[in-house]
């Protein structure tokens, strides 16, 4: 109710401020009998980890500890069983420098969320951003990971980097998913890739940043996925994007291009072959899954800490100069992808479990 | 749960097939003691009816009968006083053909919910797309009408078509609201206006039809409305759009291509003179309000109904030719806008009672 | 949220007045392809009516309209079959008579919701207490009988009455239960039947009322129902049945009674035979079904409405002389059955949809 | 949704396994700017420890750690203020000893959740009861402390205990509550209060345990509150205690006695000199708070673990011998009472939280 609960089954609730003791999260409505590698999250909470240059300074904040909702005992894999109760974890903040922070207290940094969690509150974390902070959506990547291993490997989700400081990748239908690994800014068109590094890294020098698109896929999904009305499953998808830090936008197959074409090149007919060649919906149609991929793209803004001076408002309502400090990213989006995956995850799973309804017994 | 029900603590259920008995919703969660003009819903209702030389055959279907939630006693202008019980109303399907659908019952027509909705429930009501029909959007608007009375004069929102058939309207900055009512199309740039109208005909006469993009407004509210993390008020604002039939995209402030912006040019950082002159992030910042106009835009793919043949899969697996009869809009979005205002109005009216837990007694 | 709706996965949304337009309720969350029986329904609706020697002057009022969620065809039965929507109904309120509730506008009935509504409110309909009627509950029996066909002949549920106006009748484990509905009062004891109905006749005489206990079970549950911690199926089980009207106790098993017991008493342990011969717990062990019957005792305070003269606030504070006109039961719980086993229905329905996500795809 | 979660507005998810790492919890939707004294909720999980001649063990396992939602600074009295984030907060199991369980992997113990949770999960952990453990209930009071906190000092809400091993205590109306904290068993009738210590004891001996009445007052509450219908006041309340582990049943006012008197005699009508001196309803009518003391009774079965020889099931269906080890309570109802007032603390904030949706802004 308050905004820290995502899902209708499988309920993810997180909490921590980003500076405060812990971040974390309980997953409820987890089905029991699951074997769960807890290996593999681990694997997804480093790719959310900064790369490039700068190396990885807080790695060992990131370690995952487990609270409840697993069997005591581990498989002959190392794996463990769900409960079927919630899974419980926490990620310390460990590396914290409070004093970091002092500055910021009086003044409403923008882009942020300062000044709108002051006039909600009437007081907040200023630490970090607090639970405003993008550091929350570290829950979110461990319990994507759990859900990820529901689904199983019928079910891909998979993000790229599509478009970043302007420049655009070629289309997704052309990619080798396997370069994206080898892409320093996790998108699969390497040449695209080079370029936004060289433009991203200019715009770091300046002080400045950049944002960007992500495309996200779902392949393997049943037909009939989602539910009627207010909780389509592009809306309840949409929802979970939207409530990544940073996103601004998202679309559906053609999305805001696709508003432009006449509905007889839109409806996605088949061919006399009996095969549908087209995939403008994006997978879904009145609302629920139709049996071909899930495509999805997420517009995220330029990172709002930038090194360059910038004007701000303080506490006071004056208006002074800020200047940020520490390090920061000049472009999120290769971080973003374990978040965007693991939204994605979560309502694909939930939807799957909310689908066992509509059977008889 | 099961998809039918929106909202938080101003929840609305609706339910209803296009040609079963009613349609209609249960209001829940609305406070007591609101004085609601009837007439002003009816009006609101009026502007969802097909516009245009068609005139409006079912005009008579779409008068609201009001079941509960109301006092008996109106006031001296006629309003009737919320009891803060739930407010249920009904819209009859009088005017309904079954024979019209016979030829649909084994086809899936593309665009359509046929085969997702067969898929999921193994048996639907093909009369005029039953359950996923946009008839139930009739429910919608009689519920955005009534948050709309609650929001008040203070909160505005407004809705306009800003592009459709490809033909974009001058930026909406430079929009006078009141050429919508104008326009047949709702476009306030009236030259746009007039283009659009012409494509569109020119679709139509060719048995085709266009989508486009409605660009919403939201005026006066308060600072810091919205919830953290999952519920940030775009994120419901997203959900509740994306939930609209056809829409495949939403998009905040500058959204996408707010995604090609520097973190200095995007940022909405105040002037020395203590004003802030842009709005790139669409009046939300870290989910919730700052302040400015809350700015959105809602991407429709192209009316799926179209009179040209098409092939399609009949429920038996082949491919065949399918043409659909009937009258059927060649551009949905101007009968769009009171759905489009009534969503937002929801869940801004939701946002803001949600608000008043914050504060203490 | 606002209270008017009731259950998880099966969720019964109801609204109306006592005297309002209608009363009502939508269903959502039902299951496609159900075969329903709605002349079944109308048998529910039956027991719920006025019984005795005064007749059924109310009887067209309760005949139930369908709205929504029924495929329009009827198979070779006469049954509908749902279609997974949600499921709409709706009874008229034909019968009223506002005028005889002018007198009740400024007083606030002694063990009535009167003085309370109107505290919460601010305003509410006098008319037949508005909302707070025992009116509402038509909706809850209409939906109940939907959730009994939901569970089929597997599940049986039943409640009679144990005891009434301090007549009890012989332990539920003697009673032959097709007894049930030879008795006027509902108890399968026909020796204390005619106690009960004998004393109740007197109070009735008096201008008096009488409360009493009724007794439920409910058999052919699988094991494992009801979910942990706070949604023990005793406990959700409580939440419905202290929601109907003019309930004040709930107790499973040996309830109350059980806790003067010693542990080795209560425990319902197996034999060397490998059976087990009690059942103290009520079919409840830690919150889930245990495989004995479920049985549980709902305690109804006597009825409100007496013709007796009364004191009683008047909307200005002051005392005064009341006199309730009108006829009213001076005993509600033959009527009150259907709805107790509604209530049960819908949380046994809802808990074995819950169910479902607990065993692997 | 899986029964992890509780609450509206205020919504508790607890989460742990008696044995596991950690129990804890996550309360979210606590209003922002409440300064909290911590220690008083050290107090609070005191109440709840062993007592008696047995000593305190675990006393170190109980120390709560604050994870989020607090502000870093403390104020002069050492409070901390809310945030209006989620609060969630861990106690860990540092006491545990797993091999004291091994015996109990393949018995199901009777009156315990063993061979429920096996059916409902098809596996569980064995150690200490797992989920099902009384132990989860140590959340319920961390953060039932923090919504009496929430409430302020004019809300008051005790417990005592009324009833334990067959002996009745005076009526609560002439209990010195001061005498509470004197009685061992935490009973105010301290004669009362002797002859239960007796009795437990005498049942200790024999490897026995007992089960009791607890009751429980709420003053100083507003008039209406509560919601209508389905979540009347005393609904949500019964659903809260009936959660509690080992409760029966539960009554308000006369409950099940009050069954039996007359309509006359059971309306709370006023004198005639404007004064209501009788309290049948226990302070709820229609649903909703009255503005008379809430009143309820709460049946906790006897405690389950005995020493005593039992038979039970083994996992393989067979029917042995079992010894339960260790030391166990022979009567809880003491250490019940701050998790009985902690859900009553929650559920009287969630409601007057709910409550301010009903007034205009």
Redesign the interface.
Known sequence: ??????G??L?L?????S??????G?L??F????ALDLGLIALEMDRRRPRGQAGTPRREDDSV????????DADSQGRR?S??????F?VRNSNTK?TDYDALTDVFR????????Q???????V?GG???SAR?TAARVVAGALAKQLLGPSVVIRAAVE?A??IQAIPPSAWDWANRDLSPVACPDLIASAAMESEVSR?REE???????VYLEILGL???????????L???L??????I?SV?????????A?????????????????TVQSN???GI??????GRPVTL?I????????A?D????SSD???QKLQINGRHDALVLPRALPIVEAMAALVIADA??????????
Chains 1, 2, 3, 4 share one sequence.
């Open positions: 109710m308050a905004g820290n609960t995502f209708r089954i309920q609730t997180t909490y921590g401020e500076h405060g003791p812990a971040i974390g309980v409820d409505g089905p029991s009998g699951i500890e487990w609270l409840s909702g697993l069997h005591p069983l409960l079927g109760t919630p899974i419980a926490m409070p923008p882009g942020h969320a300062d000044a709108t969690y006039a909600k509150y009437g007081l907040r974390d630490r607090g639970r405003s929350e478009r400081a302007g715009l002080g400045d940043s950049a944002g960007g698109i049943p037909l009939g996925l989602g539910e009627p009305v207010f909780d389509k592009h809306a309840t949409g929802q979970g994007m939207l409530s830090n601004k936008g998202v679309e559906f197959g053609d999305g805001f696709g508003a432009d074409l006449r509905g007889s090149e839109h409806n996605d007919a088949p061919s006399l072959d009996g403008h919906e994006g149609t009145g609302g629920l899954s139709n793209r517009a995220f803004k330029p990172v709002s800490s930038i360059k910038q004007l701000a408002y309502g004056q208006v799957l479990l909310l689908q066992k309804i509509h059977f008889r017994q």
